[in-house]
């Protein structure tokens, strides 16, 4: 093996390093493809999420019903970061975007519009799914640099 495998030489080892260097350049391609997935676990997920209308109610639900049982979120903190969602959605980090999605899935069973709460139970599958992908799935960010 050769220390520096992708390095251009005269003659035959040219040659021979092309398509090394080709598939050196698809893998860093693709690594930075799968990063800005990374920020991003479900297409359309800034989208999918409902009216303020309907995430009130079910936002609402869920913090008189499930909240003060299990104690999962810091409420004062949720309630900003929602404020602040609402405000200025493009900035909105991942991470509340998949604590907004659990909260809204659960507190659709409190909607009194019962086609608001067929919709949410449509979209709520994806949801989970991207929050299971978003919790297990790769957490480094790929650096550009590396071959």
């Not at 598939?23 to 997935?37: D, F, S, V």
């Not at 359309?44 to 209308?53: N, T, V």
């Amino acid at each position: 093996m050769q220390s520096k495998p992708y390095s251009v030489v005269d003659g035959a080892q040219g040659i021979a390093n092309g398509p090394m260097l080709e598939a050196a350049c698809a893998r860093r391609r693709a690594k930075n493809q799968g990063a800005r997935l990374l920020q991003e676990p479900m297409p359309g997920l800034r989208e999918s999420i409902p009216a303020r209308s309907i995430c009130d109610q079910t936002v609402d639900g869920y913090l008189r019903t499930f909240e003060p049982m299990f104690r999962i979120l810091h409420v004062p903190s949720f309630m900003r970061e929602y404020e602040n969602y609402w405000t200025q959605p493009a900035l909105t980090q991942t991470e509340f975007l998949m604590k907004l999605t659990m909260v809204v899935t659960v507190g659709a069973i409190f909607l009194t519009d019962r086609s608001a709460a067929k919709d949410i139970k449509r979209t709520a599958r994806n949801w989970v799914y991207a929050v299971q992908w978003w919790l297990t799935g790769p957490t480094v960010r790929f650096d550009a640099s590396f071959p």
